[in-house]
């Protein structure tokens, strides 16, 4: 495999210096954070961010007519147009702020999902889904008697096309899957999946997790019914995620959640609700982290999405030949191309004969932080026949280096394991 080598290299030079955390060592060695699927570092940007909400904003959105509230209340209302430009929606009231992801799944499986599934009905997923994707299905076809069916995964562990078209029917009333799986890598060809679906007069929900960080994600293209992301993977706060949700499909959904903020009006038997977007959001919402999640976006948008997905591709390669000259490595989901294309910088792998928790937890006293466990996909941890996995996931801030040192790190691993059972 040939590795671009000049210009790439120069984005994690640029912005490193932007991540304070990245700068400290771990058991006295420089950290090398590599878990950047599981949760991504914040820049100084998104920190200054909260701490000048805090200090200068901090008010009740919606609710007063006082200088402190309309500046929230503008901030907060900003951060949903900032949203709503970057994956291009179609108008600022098809997002929905929610703390995260699964909550933002959650809202689509009781807000539609218990109006419109009836018993015979079919619920289409991936064997690959994150546990988010999966269980609220699991709920909501226990309450109303829909049949859950999963397509499968080719021999070169990616999305079965062929099987998905013969499992796709009149049946079909929903479709969830992820646009990219957190522990294959593969890219989900999420554009044929929605046009084969509004064919039958399915709805589709992408969970966009691993996607809207990474590369530039476009929902009219796609033309999904809804899509989910969670802040903290885009260089945001924990505490904040969004749904977006084409408005007519939105506005015929029921409210998810009662409270303050999604009402109309109140009686003491009924209540009417507030337009979209704010009718599922219930409550006082999480003003400072949807303020900082704005921040994000705009560091995100300066730097370059495209920008971000070239560069990523270039780690990708450099990633799997460095990784694929180790003997004792199995690595999981398909190939990258030449150029690092074609999948997300994931790769995720076992040792034979050492346990994914052993040896990353000696890679920690490298101070290199990987991901170990099932990264909740068990059932397609079972497909696949392991346990366990290890998981080493690149953002735009890691560099070549990083990855040297990661793969060193590993084989001095493997050596030390290899004495202890000679």
Not at 128 to 155: C, F
């Amino acid at each position: 495999m040939t590795v671009p080598t000049i210009t790439p290299v120069l984005l994690a030079n640029e912005v490193r210096a932007d991540f304070p955390i990245l700068h400290q060592s771990i058991n006295g060695k420089p950290l090398v954070y590599l878990d950047n699927a599981a949760t991504s570092q914040k820049p100084r940007a998104v920190l200054d961010a909260m701490v000048h909400y805090y200090e200068a904003d901090n008010a009740n959105v919606h609710r007063g007519v006082h200088t402190l509230s309309a500046r929230a209340t503008e901030a907060y209302e900003g951060a949903r147009d900032k949203v709503a430009a970057f994956i291009n929606a179609s108008a600022r009231d098809e997002i929905v702020f929610t703390r995260n992801a699964s909550e933002a799944i959650n809202l689509v499986a009781y807000a539609w999902g218990l109006s419109n599934l009836e018993k015979g009905d079919e619920i289409l997923l991936t064997v690959m889904e994150h546990h988010s994707n999966l269980v609220p299905w699991q709920l909501i076809a226990q309450r109303t008697g829909a049949v859950l069916k999963h397509v499968p995964l080719t021999d070169e562990q990616t999305f079965d096309l062929a099987a998905f078209h013969q499992l796709v029917g009149n049946k079909t009333k929903l479709i969830a899957v992820n646009h990219v799986s957190n522990t294959l890598g593969c890219i989900n060809p999420v554009r044929e999946i929605v046009e084969t679906a509004h064919k039958y007069g399915a709805r589709v929900l992408i969970d966009a997790c691993q996607s809207v960080p990474n590369m530039p994600v476009d929902v009219q293209a796609i033309g999904c019914d809804w899509l989910v992301a969670s802040g903290h993977k885009m260089c945001g706060p924990t505490g904040a995620g969004f749904l977006y949700g084409k408005l007519d499909v939105l506005q015929a959904m029921p409210p998810f959640l009662g409270g303050g903020e999604m009402i109309q009006e109140v009686s003491l038997d009924h209540a009417t609700y507030a337009e979209l977007p704010h009718k599922f959001e219930a409550g006082t919402p999480a003003i400072a982290e949807a303020v900082v999640l704005g921040a994000a976006v705009d560091y995100l948008s300066k730097i370059g999405m495209d920008r971000i997905a070239d560069y990523e591709h270039f780690l990708t390669a450099y990633l799997y030949e460095k990784i694929s000259k180790v003997p004792q490595v199995r690595l999981y989901g398909p190939k990258p191309q030449k150029d690092g294309s074609g999948r997300a910088a994931i790769a995720t792998f076992t040792i034979e004969g050492i346990h994914a928790q052993d040896f990353s937890t000696l890679l920690d006293q490298s101070g290199i932080a990987i991901r170990s466990g099932h990264h909740c996909t068990q059932p397609l941890h079972h497909i696949l026949g392991v346990n366990s996995t290890a998981r080493a996931s690149l953002y735009f801030y890691n560099t070549p280096a990083e990855i040297d040192a990661f793969v060193s790190s590993l084989e001095e691993t493997i050596e030390f394991f290899g004495r202890i059972f000679e």
